[in-house]
């Protein structure tokens, strides 16, 4: 049954309309008397925070590590998390991807699945089955930028089609070159745009993505957005008395955390293992610009 979430933040009045696990619609007008309302009066609502913990099932295999870690990303208003699988062996994809989502059947947020593989394993081919298996990025590795520019980007790019993955660079440097760090990935990003590749900038691990970098990996707006289609998910923290967060929003303890319209923290963890499901992107870098995928303040 319909019900109504009343906002009242910066002195305006707002209604989203909930039906299920979905927001149907957005609206400054008062509801249908025949639906119940929800007032959310001392609180800051937003919708749910994306976290990305790169090759989370494998940094956590023990069962245990996984429920404390999900327990820590809830805490924090994590309604998805974006992780990555590693694909050692190109001919074995189907078995590395099995392998990722088993590790995640007991989560209890949502989640979305990129791949890490090593540069000297990123060809056309591989391209292609990660496509196949909408997969919305790659984080490819590498120590030398002599390897970046002897690969076959041309047949890469060609083999995106357009709505392929996005390419993310993870530059691991055998020895400390800080101070070349920004320069390196400027001229990589150049070099991508003359080449018409579609990137992405490093995400910093272990912090909730921005808008930019949602829009980017295609993750906007089915999670992140109060926009009618969207998921039913928000946080709701302690406001001050005109409504607003005394600091950052996503650095405060949340008191309520909901994902498709289930409650999972309310002043104490609900856990529901196998709650959490995988979210399939479409297309990636459907609503975004290239400055927002070079910028990871986007």
């Known amino acids: 049954m319909p019900y109504a979430i009343e906002i009242n933040q910066a002195s ?11 927001i149907i619609q957005r609206t400054d ?20 925070l994306a976290f990305y913990e790169p090759e989370f099932g494998q940094f956590y295999k023990n069962l245990q590590e996984r429920k404390h870690k999900f327990k820590r990303l809830i805490e924090q208003g994590a309604t998805l998390v974006v992780t990555t699988f590693f694909v050692d062996d190109p001919s074995n994809l189907k078995t590395c991807l099995s392998k990722a989502r088993h590790l995640m059947i007991n989560s209890p947020i949502d989640f979305v699945l990129g791949a890490t593989v090593d540069i000297k394993h990123l060809t056309p081919r591989l391209v292609l089955k990660l496509s196949k298996e909408k997969i919305p990025f790659i ?13 076959a980007w041309e047949w890469i790019r060609d083999s995106i089609f357009g709505s392929g993955p996005l390419l993310i660079p993870d530059w691991r440097p055998e020895r400390n070159e800080h101070r070349t760090i920004k320069k390196r990935y400027n001229d990589w990003y150049a070099y991508a745009k003359w080449l018409n590749l579609p990137v992405l900038a490093p995400i910093k691990p272990h912090e909730p993505l921005s808008k930019g970098q949602l829009k980017a990996l295609g993750i906007y707006p089915i999670k992140g957005v109060f926009h009618p289609g969207a998921d039913c998910d928000y946080v709701l923290c302690p406001a001050l008395l005109d409504g607003s967060l005394p600091n950052r929003y996503d650095k405060n303890k949340p008191s309520v955390v909901v994902i498709r319209g289930k409650i999972q923290l309310a002043d104490q963890m609900i856990y529901r293992p196998g709650f959490g499901l995988e979210v399939k992107i479409r297309m990636p870098k459907r609503f975004t610009d290239y400055w927002e995928c070079i910028n990871d303040d986007g």
Not at 33 to 48: A, E, H, R, T
Not at 139 to 150: G, P, T
């Open 12 to 22: 305006k009045n707002e209604y989203l309309i909930i039906e299920g696990d979905k």
């Open 139 to 151: 984080v490819f590795r590498f120590s030398h930028w002599d390897d970046v520019y002897a690969t």
């Open 29 to 48: 007008k008062q509801p249908f008397l025949n639906i119940s309302k929800m007032n959310v009066d001392g609180c800051f609502i937003q919708p749910g």
